[in-house]
């Protein structure tokens, strides 16, 4: 199921209900799905995913900064090579 939005959540008889939505091929928003979490996992369950997208964010964060490292470098490299040749 792909997410793209949230369009209404309810916490009733113990359950968080999270109606998800998507947009379809006409561009119009249309309802996903929805996720059901039982209302003594609900802590465990948001923390957990908040946790993991930090995570997730960090690890992009350090390859987007190794791969502009790699770049300075390269180009460091190129202009120390066209020194040498003059």
């Known amino acids: 199921m792909l997410i793209e939005g949230l369009s209404?959540?309810?916490?009733?008889?113990?359950?968080?209900?999270?109606?998800?939505t998507t947009i379809d091929p006409n561009g119009k928003e249309v309802e996903a799905g929805t996720l059901e979490i039982p209302g003594a996992s609900v802590n465990a369950i948001l923390n957990g995913l908040v946790n993991s997208t930090k995570a997730i964010q960090e690890k992009l964060t350090n390859m987007q900064d190794q791969s502009e490292n790699e770049k300075e470098s390269k180009s460091d490299i190129k202009k120390e090579s066209k020194k040498k040749k003059k």
Request: aromatic share 8%; with cysteine.
């Open 8 to 20: 209404n959540i309810t916490f009733v008889n113990g359950i968080l209900r999270v109606q998800c």
